[in-house]
């Protein structure tokens, strides 16, 4: 059966499965698709997909799944030299979804529109599990380090999620984030699994055919990050009130209480609900959600932990106490917790034992009813729109002597020394990484702060940006 | 004094990193690789901030040119005297 590996159940085959292209496919029409393309793939060869919502990329998806072919899942927007080096690491044999332009002149020969075979690719050793999905975690910088995910991590987040949104067969969604977005593919994974209806849309929010989608269609779900329910919030009152949508859902980012508290009011006055929730791609996908009846009484918190899991802090003692909770590291348990990084095909494999634990980065307390708040950040790493940034990676790839990068929640701030022409620094920065140059803000200095041991000292960059 | 056209044009030249003697008259939504949803986003908030206005979301979605922003501005009030 194709389709088990997530758990789908097809009762119905001909209910309706996807729109896309302008049609309705039903489930048993993905499930030809996903048939067709299994035939093609080797098991236990790497496949590598460049990520859209489409009913082909769904398909193959699906295929690879049941066909125990580990998929890297990659966003559209990485360059040809970024995606030339996941195909040295990895050595996929299948390819999907690449332009033919890329093909020519490879060792990859197209089978159809979409699929590219290189016939010599390695067959992984029959020794090992292998994992479901292989996952960045930095989409837009070149480093090559993939989370594995096995079948049970994306087993057990789908059912975990499929519980507490109390999703059915009756549930519609409208995507709205990439198919290679851990919370994107969430969506798509959980709607799938009870036979709901997804509209397969890459349309953004500020786009008219989104909204000929919305009212044509009349999707109950969609999910944003930050940004898009920024971008909503421009909408008036009456008209959110109006949209179709029963259930609102929020991750990838903080957002602000002003509009967490709007979007509750909006919620509430159109027997719809707003669920804020909390995770990460090495979770698989999630690790906590904030019920809606909860959300008015606690704007700002991550909620609890998903049906199966639970978190710990680990506290650190230097930190001062939020009304006498104590503060530190959120560390997250449960079946979801991914298993490890691989870099190449060597470290592809699926090791035993599970890991327990996954240390989120994120410092944290928990209030006296249970429900967490997130309060900063311990690692490097910044999230803007969704997009997880290595702030590390930035500054070693960047090739630059003297730079140093900081973020808040909507911009790269790069110091760098007055000596570097601002032109020069900008444009290394976008060429060793796929993002826009309007994520940066520049800051020339006369030298970059240093503490006595030399390390770049981050809390007084922090400090000059927050004021 | 900056005449409100060629304020406009500012707001395109900087939302979308374009030179300074670069002509956006021409341009329209995905027609340059910056001109892309959050590029949009990047505009608008430019041109709230040029001239003080709130778009809302109806008119920033039909926004799809610079022709066609013209006329969205004009129903803010924003006259283009040539």
Redesign the interface.
């Known amino acids: 059966m194709i389709l088990s590996p997530l758990g789908i159940k097809l009762n119905n085959t001909s209910d309706l499965c996807c729109f896309y292209g302008g049609s309705w496919f039903t489930y048993e029409d993905l499930y030809s698709l996903a048939s067709h393309y299994s035939f093609l793939i080797r098991p236990r060869t790497v496949s590598l997909v460049v990520g859209a919502n489409s009913l082909h990329v769904l398909a193959f998806y699906l295929a690879c799944l049941s066909r125990n072919s580990p998929l890297v899942l990659l966003p559209n927007t990485l360059s040809k030299v970024i995606l030339d080096r996941y195909l040295l690491d990895f050595y996929p044999r299948q390819l999907f979804n690449f332009d033919s332009d890329y093909l020519i002149g490879s060792n990859y020969k197209l089978q159809d529109d979409y699929l590219a075979v290189c016939h010599d690719a390695p067959t992984l050793d029959q020794q090992h599990d292998l994992p479901a999905l292989l996952l960045p975690t930095s989409g837009s910088t070149g480093t090559r380090k993939l989370v594995k995910v096995s079948f049970d991590n994306l087993r057990s987040n789908t059912k975990s999620i499929i519980e507490y949104l109390r999703l059915t067969s009756l549930s519609r969604h409208i995507c709205s984030l990439p198919f290679s977005y851990t919370y994107g593919l969430s969506c798509i994974n959980t709607h799938l699994s009870v036979g709901a209806s997804l509209i397969l849309n890459d349309y953004s929010l500020i786009d008219s055919c989104f909204w000929d989608l919305v009212s044509n269609l009349r999707p109950t779900t969609i999910s944003g990050v930050p940004y898009t329910y920024q971008t909503l919030a421009r909408f008036k009152r009456d008209r959110l009130i109006s949209l179709p949508f029963t259930q609102y859902t929020q991750a990838g980012g903080k957002l602000s209480s002003k509009l967490v508290k709007y979007f509750y009011g909006i919620a509430s006055d159109s027997s719809a609900e707003f669920i804020v929730m909390y995770g990460q791609t090495e979770a698989t996908a999630r690790m906590s959600y904030l019920p809606f009846d909860s959300s008015s009484t606690k704007v700002g918190s991550i909620g609890v932990p998903i049906p199966s899991g639970s978190f710990t802090i680990d506290v650190f003692d230097e930190l001062p106490h939020i009304n006498s909770h104590p503060c530190g590291e959120l560390v997250y348990s449960g079946p979801n917790v991914t298993h490890g990084y691989a870099s190449s095909l060597s470290d592809i494999y699926i090791v035993s034992p599970a890991p327990k634990f996954l240390r989120t980065g994120d410092l944290a307390f928990q209030d006296s009813d249970g429900f967490y708040f997130i309060i900063g950040r311990i690692s490097r790493f910044a999230k803007i729109n969704g997009i997880r940034i290595s702030l590390d990676d930035l500054e070693s790839q960047s090739g630059l002597a003297d730079i140093a990068c900081v973020s808040d929640d909507n911009y790269v701030y790069v110091f760098h020394s007055s000596t570097l022409q601002p032109s020069e620094v900008l444009a290394s920065l976008k060429s060793h990484s796929s993002l826009p140059s309007r994520v940066f803000r520049l800051v020339p200095l006369d030298s970059i702060p240093r503490n006595d041991s030399g390390k770049v000292d981050y809390p007084s960059l922090n400090s000059r940006i927050s004021q | 004094m900056t005449s409100n056209l060629s304020k406009y044009s500012e707001c395109f030249k900087s939302?979308f990193?374009l030179p300074v003697d670069a002509d956006p008259s021409a341009l329209k939504y995905q027609g340059i690789e910056?001109w892309?949803?959050?590029?949009?986003?990047?505009l608008m908030s430019e041109l709230e901030d040029a001239f003080d206005i709130v778009?809302?979301?109806?008119d920033?979605?039909?926004f799809s040119s610079y022709a066609k922003g013209l006329e969205t501005l004009a129903k803010y009030g924003i006259k283009f005297d040539q």
């Open positions: 939302a990193e910056n892309d949803s959050v590029g949009h986003m990047s778009l809302e979301m109806d920033i979605i039909d």
